[in-house]
């Protein structure tokens, strides 16, 4: 088994109250938060979920055809129990339509190995999510905070 460790890092800025723009090191930046216009925090890591294997099924499916339709929702029940939220239930439903012909017939031959390898492979983000990783919360110049 290799293991391979590399870094990814995400800085945040407060734009006002509710509202943040992460910037990745290459400066690219999303604006985010509360409010009229913004993804909030849970449907970025909605998205995340479903743009990570969507990257996955993509490239290995449109190498063979170009889809006609590639509509992709992640969908989850938003728990609140004793005061704590999670979400439950997450669900990627991938709506996916390739032309007629051999080229479109091995675009779809391809998807339930695209959605099986992502699952259980390369998409980062659910894996992440299902492996439970642990979250420290660290305050500047103090110890961390985790669960």
């Known amino acids: 088994m290799t293991r391979e460790i590399s870094s990814r890092t995400v800085t945040l800025g407060r734009e ?4 943040y ?3 990745n090191a290459k400066g690219d930046q999303l604006r985010f ?3 009229e216009g913004l993804l909030s925090p849970v449907e970025l890591l909605l998205a995340a979920i479903a743009g990570c294997s969507s990257i996955d099924v993509d490239v290995m499916t449109s190498r063979r055809s170009e889809p006609e339709r590639f509509d992709v929702t992640a969908s989850a029940d938003y728990v609140t129990e004793d005061g704590a939220n999670i979400l439950e239930n997450i669900q990627v439903l991938f709506d996916l339509a390739f032309p007629e012909g051999a080229e479109g017939d091995a675009a779809r031959k391809r998807i339930a190995a695209a959605l099986r390898s992502s699952h259980e ?3 980062t983000v659910s894996r992440t999510v299902e492996a439970g990783v642990p979250v420290a919360l ?3 110049g103090a110890d961390a905070v985790t669960a």
């Not at 006002?16 to 509202?19: D, H, K």
């Open 21 to 23: 723009i992460a910037t």
């Open 16 to 19: 006002s109250e509710g509202v």
């Open 138 to 140: 660290v305050e500047a």
């Open 33 to 35: 938060g509360r409010g």
């Open 121 to 123: 492979r390369s998409c």
